[in-house]
């Protein structure tokens, strides 16, 4: 990244874009506490991670931000409740507030009754809904999706794409990284990158 200055608000709706090797990653690493720049600050809800060590950034990212990939990242011997569960286990949170937290989440992303599925029995889309009811599970304020729909077919996609957009209209911040034009059009802003830097920043 090239003297990047960038600011989203609590609540926002951001697209990030650009070509390969732009640096869309990168940025969306730094965002979620994955890497650290290597010059300038980072202030994450009125937090500078900049001066933070490793142990404070894996506190922030477990609370604050929750990660969407576009392979999933789902355990496969796991069921959906057992793989959303797992932030919770490393948290140290109890059994029954475990059982509670995972039942709202499946609810959430309407997969209730997939909750003892392993991935390989569910399609593409229900993977990704588990993927995004992990991710939201410790209640985060930041969601950082990663060509979310990048495995999809175009309905499963649109339908991701529906979903986490309703958790961004019940407050939640959300940044996509997408090279798809017509998802980005439904974003609040448009940032895009080229070469590290940022050449277009546009709310629309």
């Keep these: 990244m090239d003297s990047v200055d960038l600011v989203i608000s609590e609540g926002e709706y951001v697209s990030i874009m650009g070509v390969s090797g732009c640096g869309k990653t990168t940025l969306l ?34 609370t604050k931000i929750g990660f ?13 409740a057992e793989n959303i569960e797992i932030p919770m286990i490393l948290a140290g949170i109890s059994r029954d507030e475990r059982a509670a937290k995972v039942a709202k989440a ?18 593409g889309g229900q993977r990704q809904r588990v993927a995004i009811a ?26 991701i794409i529906d979903l986490i957009e309703e958790l961004n209209q019940g407050g939640l911040t959300l940044i996509v990284v997408t090279h798809d034009k017509e998802i980005s059009r439904r ?11 940022i050449i277009t920043d546009k709310e629309h």
């Design 68 to 80: 969407v990939f576009q392979s999933f990242h789902l355990i496969p011997r796991l069921t959906a």
């Design 29 to 62: 690493n730094i965002l979620g506490l994955l890497d650290t720049p290597s010059s300038g600050d980072y202030v994450l809800s009125g937090i500078d991670t900049s001066e933070m060590n490793d142990d404070e950034m894996a506190h922030i990212r477990s």
């Design 134 to 159: 992990r991710s939201i599970v410790m209640e985060p304020k930041v969601l950082l999706a990663d060509e979310p729909t990048g495995n999809l077919d175009s309905t499963s996609g649109s339908e």
């Design 187 to 197: 974003s609040d802003r448009i940032v895009e990158l080229l070469d590290g830097k």
């Design 106 to 123: 499946l609810s959430r992303v309407n997969l209730s009754d997939r909750s003892d599925h392993r991935p390989e029995q569910l399609s």
